[in-house]
């Protein structure tokens, strides 16, 4: 018999699994011969006399078993994974006894500290620290997923990808539904299952965040809550992940609840081993770009995150890559902006002032149009190659105040100059929460050296716009000439 085969501890609480011993013999031969090497078979007189296994390793037949080792956590005791103890539950522990404990009725998801005692319930003194374990409780892990674009229908029928696949390209306001399947490992059921949903861009989930409820979501939330087909917390009417259990008609252990905030609502009950398909309607608010996200549900009644069974994976989304669309639209005469009535036409690559009148002021607008996903936002800068020029070399003079301290046109055009020129911007939050043009009679002059901000947004925007109003005055002494140069925008998303 090995060494490793059976080793004998005292106990006196037992376990229900095990072999137990009978009062029987069982007698093997003991050989007088030690044989140096190997193990010649020996003749009826060498055998020296019969033992009987109970009694090199049973005192109390009555009171004793067997039982086989699962686990490496006594190893330190010299006790193995596979190995057989035998248990003897009539005898008393003492100091650095190894008792084998049974849970009896012992309340789900709590820890039990244990000591020894005397037999008349003295407390020992020499421990100071006592072991203690947590009891098994409901214990659910996710399995098989799949993300959905028709987020209108109670039960989605338009995949986005096929089930455990990553769905790319997922654009910035988009809603999706996401199912996925949650099987209980522990065979126990729970009342009250509720899930909410959470975010990473780690797959180790090492710093997560919480979806953010749709009555806060703002544009840099990432992501939020959405209002899909079906009432958050009713229960769904067909399953649509392979590996749930059954669910027709809202009946079935696969029937799992509509998701749409991380509200704490009660009332469904999660059985025990059941695989139960669960459903949350999600919309991106400004994602980064190029980004995988993963997503992982978190046990609101236990305050515990839901990993993966084994072999398993969380749900995870592509987002799109960067896009920037930049336009330049033309502006009407007559049209008010900035409290200023603008009294010529633009096109989208010219300001035509033409035949400008003396001591008169004349405007006119270029409206700047941006669609971008750039997660930090995007910036507009502006530029002139120089000042109004012309062939015979004679400038049109620019306002004094600057973009980074606009003034109002009167204290910025000097009543000793013989023309001005300026401009203003209808974006009354510059990057840095900067609110210099917030006052529509805010002009400044334009750079010809360094493009300045004109525009700025912190988040992803569709069609936002931004007019820029272009001012000039010409008086008595200013030679008569065609005057021109050139004006350049960049537009800078950024992520």
């Keep these: ?101 049974a849970i009896y009725g012992a309340t789900a998801e709590t820890y039990y500290c244990f000591r020894m005692v005397d037999v008349d319930g003295t407390k020992l003194d020499i421990y100071s620290n006592y072991p203690q374990i947590r009891t098994s409780s409901f214990t659910p892990k996710s399995q098989n997923w799949r993300f959905y674009d028709d987020e209108t229908n109670e039960t989605p029928s338009t995949p986005l990808a096929n089930e455990n696949v990553t769905p790319v390209d997922i654009t910035n306001g988009q809603i999706v539904k996401l199912r996925v399947t949650v099987k209980e490992t522990e065979n126990i059921s729970r009342d009250d299952v509720r899930f909410k949903l959470q975010y990473s861009e780690y797959a180790n989930f090492s710093i997560p965040f919480d979806v953010v409820a749709s009555s806060t979501c703002l544009a840099t939330s990432t992501w939020c809550y959405a209002d899909g087909g079906g009432v958050d917390n009713a229960v769904i009417s067909t399953k649509v992940i392979s590996d749930a259990d059954s669910c027709a008609s809202g009946i079935g252990d696969g029937c799992g609840t509509h998701n749409e905030s991380s509200d704490n609502l009660t009332g469904f009950r999660h059985k025990g081993g059941a695989s139960t398909e669960y459903e949350f309607t999600i919309k991106s608010a400004g994602p980064r770009v190029n980004q995988i996200y993963y997503f992982r549900l978190y046990g609101l009644a236990q305050d515990i995150p839901v990993f993966t069974n084994s072999g398993e994976s969380y749900p995870s989304l592509a987002t799109e890559g960067a896009s920037l669309q930049f336009t330049m639209d033309a502006v009407a005469s007559s049209t008010v902006i900035a409290g200023v009535t603008l009294d010529i036409d633009t096109t989208p690559t010219s300001v035509p002032f033409g035949k400008v009148p003396l001591n008169t002021f004349v405007e006119g607008a270029h409206r700047l149009v941006v669609d971008s996903n750039g997660t930090q936002g995007h910036q507009i800068l502006m530029a002139m190659d120089g000042d109004l020029v012309s062939s015979s070399g004679v400038v049109i003079k620019q306002i004094s105040s600057t973009n980074a301290a606009p003034s109002a046109w009167s204290a910025a055009c000097h009543a000793s100059s013989t023309s001005c020129f300026g401009y203003h911007t209808t974006d009354a939050t510059l990057q840095g929460d900067a609110t210099r043009f917030s006052a529509i009679d805010t002009y400044a002059r334009l750079s010809t050296t360094t493009p300045e901000e004109v525009s700025y947004s912190s988040q992803p925007v569709t069609g936002e716009t931004t007019d820029i109003v272009f001012r000039i005055l010409v008086r008595d002494l200013q030679d008569a000439g065609l005057y021109e140069n050139n004006i350049r925008y960049i537009s800078v998303p950024m992520f």
């Design 1 to 101: 018999m090995k060494e490793k085969s059976i080793k004998r501890h005292e106990a006196n609480v037992v376990v229900l699994e095990g072999i137990g011993i009978q009062d029987s013999d069982l007698e093997l031969p003991l050989f007088s011969s030690r044989p140096q090497a190997g193990f010649p078979a020996p003749g009826d007189d060498l055998i020296e006399k019969v033992l009987d296994i109970n009694d090199l390793v049973v005192k109390h037949p009555a009171s004793t078993f067997f039982v086989r080792v699962e686990g490496d956590s006594m190893q330190g005791a010299k006790i193995f994974d596979g190995d057989v103890l035998v248990v003897d539950r009539s005898v008393t522990p003492k100091d650095r006894s190894i008792v084998v404990a």
